[in-house]
């Protein structure tokens, strides 16, 4: 598999210049807003610790608690049923569906779904799938995967969306209204909500104590797409379990204010058991979390909200694009995820990183992302997955910083290639430091020099 | 008290400036200060890139130099922090961990441990933006960061406001990384270079004359960014300004 250049991404991201700094200073104003939303609390770290503390419990306990959320989801009426991949997922929820003769999917957000390539697969098996929540159906209308777990389409300026809406759905190419275009999604998702024979949801949190799934979302479509058709499924990683309901108000208070800087979403939907005549499936999903429960230095990973304000605060993030990580999972949390599934393809994401540590700051569980990133890199070297070219670069380095004549000579060298070479080799393409930079000057002498030299004359002292 | 001064390699070869004010400012402070002569790199370069094998036998050398002060001072944050949080290619020894903890950013030495109150001989008129690494910021905590709600405190401001004439302006985003980021500046270069130039163009705006800092790596970058652009903003180390340079 093709490893994701994450550099080469980048750059073609940077060049669309409206584009990135739209994207930046959108993100940056969400990054703000949460500044703002936490300070009015003044137990807001200690919130951080406490809701790390019962993520941490919980991973511990976790096969307890997810048996207890299944016997009380059971008693409830859900059928709860376990995958343990994600084809596993899609055949599950394709046999749901089918056993119902449902041929149509409304279907609130869920990252989990897109993990599992869901939709290709439902669909190449006849089944339609509407996304309801409006930067996600941009984004399935564009055919692009989304760019931010909680902010799908936030690359795309409004001018995009026109452009993708006109050439969809059939709305007007001139006219990027905001409210034109959001009222013109709405209008054409109405009617499958009334004829879908599915909805489905992910799940921001499962309550152990009582089997309720909870869902938050500001747009209502994760409760029409519930409550309107007779057969509802929800699909939840094995680490969304939280064991008490009365838990839930840490994480309530913490996962919008993480998110866009407001401290609530507009629905915090609790769905417990399924309406008279109806069907409710949950589909509990490992798919790779068991092993990264496993891993000493990345489990604690796992306690995500996916909140995404680690990516609303990465400078890299924000110019570079969800899209160039190449991946399901972007940015910082990303990052270390990514490489869980698939190390050699995702071998440059961890290096898609400045080690700011302003991640791991802002995150509402205290996840030690930066931390993370950094030991990813040592067992992608370990695996030899990092590219031959820095692999040698550091083996030089390594050699010349360990023996200081070899140093001394290489610094002399440097210095002469910085003061001799012709500007035009100096910055060719090769050199990367300097497409966009320039070069620093040598000093005529180095400190060490200089410092010998203050010697030689007796010193100043 | 038997302090050692740490020149990381870049310093040594590009910015001496920077390696002479450090000494001279300590000198002034009447600390005995030795320069160990056989020093060459702390290992972060290698050990940020994963490459911990091939960072191990400067990481040995950075030890042997050191091992024996009190105090190890260096003016630039990042390699204060990979020597005492991620210096951990070798084996750890008594003699290791030693050195390791007694490693220090000059700025938090000389407010922690030297608890210098005045620099009367210092005087800088000038428009300054202050640059804290992020390492400085986040790993050292020399000043309160953006994401935490915490009381207001910064040591490079406690002792720069000790400097004559000296003016802080504020920049939008003070605390957001200027896309240094060791070998990320090579490897990510476009996305390196566009913090660049956020960077630079924020202080520029700001009014800025001076971009003031106790990391020199990150100032390298920002050099190179606002040199290309073609900005009028100059750049001083914090070691400079604290030991008397006017301009």
Redesign the interface.
């Known amino acids: 598999m093709k490893r994701i250049d ?2 080469e991404a ?2 073609k991201f ?1 060049r669309a210049k409206d584009h ?1 700094e739209f994207h ?1 200073k959108r993100l ?1 104003d969400l990054r703000q807003k949460r ?1 703002r939303e ?2 009015h609390l003044a137990e ?2 200690q919130l951080r610790s406490l809701a790390s503390a019962i993520k941490e419990h919980t991973l511990t306990n976790l096969a307890d608690y997810l048996e207890e959320f299944e016997r009380n989801a059971t008693r409830n009426g859900a059928q709860v049923h376990w995958a343990r991949d994600a084809a596993e997922h899609n055949q599950i929820v394709f046999d749901i569906m089918s056993s119902h003769h449902a041929h149509t999917l409304v279907k609130a957000k869920s990252m989990l779904t897109d993990e599992c390539d869901m939709r290709p697969y439902l669909e190449n098996r006849g089944i339609e799938i509407m996304e309801t929540d409006l930067g996600e159906r941009i984004q399935q209308l564009d055919d692009e995967p989304p760019s931010h777990i909680v902010v799908p389409a936030v690359h795309k300026l409004k001018a995009d969306v026109a452009r993708v809406f006109s050439e969809t759905i059939g709305t007007d190419p001139k006219n990027s209204d905001v409210h034109y275009l959001a009222e013109s999604q709405r209008q054409h998702t109405r009617p499958y909500f009334l004829r879908a024979g599915a909805g489905m949801t992910g799940a921001n949190f499962a309550v152990a104590e009582t089997g309720t799934i909870v869902v938050c979302t500001n747009e209502g479509n994760a409760d029409l797409s519930v409550n309107l058709p007779n057969l509802y499924i929800a699909s939840i990683g094995i680490e969304k379990i939280i064991p008490r309901i009365e838990h839930l108000g840490v994480f309530i208070r913490m996962l919008s204010r993480s998110a866009l800087g407001s401290p609530i979403t507009q629905l915090t939907s609790h769905f417990r058991v399924p309406r008279a005549g109806t069907e409710m499936h949950i589909v509990l999903v490992d798919n790779g979390r068991s092993e990264r429960l496993g891993m000493a230095d990345f489990w604690y990973s796992l306690k995500c909200i996916r909140c995404g304000a680690c990516m609303n ?1 990465c ?2 993030y924000r ?2 694009g969800g899209l160039s990580y190449g991946a399901t999972y972007s940015g910082p949390i990303g990052v270390i995820i990514d490489p869980t599934f698939n190390l050699r393809k995702y071998s440059s994401l ?9 991640c ?3 995150c509402p569980v205290r996840i030690n992302i930066h931390e993370q990133i ?1 030991k ?7 695996r030899n997955q ?1 590219p031959m070219v ?2 040698e ?3 030089i ?8 004549k070899l ?1 001394r000579a290489a ?1 002399q060298a ?2 002469a290639s910085v003061e001799h070479l012709p500007r035009s080799m100096m910055y060719s393409r090769l050199n ?2 300097g ?9 005529p ?8 030299s203050r010697v030689n004359k007796g010193g ?2 | 008290m038997k302090v050692a001064l740490f ?1 990381p ?1 870049y ?7 920077v ?2 004010a450090t ?2 400012l300590l ?1 002034r402070l009447d600390i005995e200060v030795a ?1 160990p ?5 702390c ?1 972060q ?2 050990a ?11 990481e ?2 950075f030890v042997k130099n050191f091992a024996g002060f009190d105090y190890v001072v260096g003016p630039s944050g990042s390699c204060v922090h990979h020597i005492r949080e ?1 210096l951990t290619a070798i084996p750890q020894t008594a003699q290791v961990a030693k050195v390791r903890a007694s490693t220090f950013e000059l700025v938090e030495f000389l407010h922690d441990v030297v608890k210098v109150q005045a620099f009367p001989w210092a005087e800088f008129r000038h428009k300054v933006g202050l640059h804290n690494g ?2 400085t910021l ?2 050292l905590r020399e000043a309160k ?5 915490e009381p207001f405190f910064s040591k490079p401001i406690d002792l720069l406001s000790k400097v004559e004439g000296i003016q802080f302006v504020k920049p939008d ?1 003070p ?3 200027c ?20 960077k630079v163009n924020d202080h520029h705006r700001a009014g800025a004359e001076y971009i003031v800092s106790a990391d020199t790596s990150c100032m ?2 920002q ?3 606002a ?2 652009l073609g900005l009028p903003i100059k750049f001083i180390h914090v070691a400079q300004v604290l030991n008397g340079a006017r301009a």
């Open positions: 994450h550099a980048s750059s940077i990135i930046d940056w500044d936490s300070a807001w770290e605060t400078p890299v110019r570079s961890p290096f898609a990183s400045t080690l700011n540590g302003s791991t700051s802002v950094y990813w890199r040592q067992i992608i070297s370990e990092l820095k692999k670069t550091m083996q380095m390594g050699k010349v910083f360990s023996k200081p140093y610094v440097a210095g990367a430091w497409r966009q930079r320039e070069v620093p000057q040598a000093p002498l180095t400190f060490r020099q200089w410092y010998l100043e002292r | 020149i390699c310093v040594d070869a590009f910015f001496p400036e390696g002479i000494l001279e000198e320069y002569l056989d020093q060459t790199c290992g370069p290698m940020n890139s994963g490459c911990h094998d091939e960072a191990a036998a400067t040995k050398l991620n992020c390492t986040r790993a960061m953006s994401e935490i709600d985003r605390d957001e990384c896309g240094f980021g060791g070998t990320f500046s090579v490897f990510e270069e476009p996305v390196s270079a566009r913090m660049g130039y956020d390298m970058h050099k190179g960014c040199e290309r």
